[in-house]
């Protein structure tokens, strides 16, 4: 596969791993819950409910947050599940951004100088 390309989440199986065997952290906008992989990259998944509101602010979420995650380096060998609560439908990108960061750096899941710190021989 292309180094950038993002990878998702596709099946049901994949999910239940790690909504089963996953760590969760929790915001009033959203919960994750990641699991490791054993991969080189990471996985991304994102759930969003009918509590949301309708498909076109379903989609609305689903998008920001991939966007979201496309913009902000994570630690690979992650699979990762965005489960958006009903507050997330009235949320702006710049909310959304730092509840996910956020959320993502109490996990220890955020890498700010990733690139530095795997090219630098110490």
């Not at 998702?8 to 919960?31: A, D, E, F, I, R």
Request: contains cysteine; hydrophobic residues 40%; aromatic residues 10%.
């Amino acid at each position: 596969m292309q180094e950038g390309k993002t990878r998702y989440l596709t099946k049901t199986s994949q999910y239940v791993m790690v909504h089963k065997s996953g760590s969760l952290w929790s915001g009033n906008l959203l919960v994750i819950k990641a699991l490791p992989n054993g991969f080189s990259y990471n996985r991304f998944g994102f759930i969003v409910g009918k509590k949301v509101g309708k498909a076109v602010a379903r989609n609305r979420v689903k998008r920001l947050l991939r966007e979201i995650m496309r913009q902000t380096k994570a630690k690979p060998g992650w699979d990762i599940v965005f489960i958006a609560r009903p507050d997330a439908e009235k949320a702006g990108f710049t909310e959304l951004k730092s509840q996910t960061c956020k959320l993502l750096f109490k996990a220890g899941l955020i890498v700010e100088n990733y690139e530095k710190t795997r090219l630098s021989p110490d």
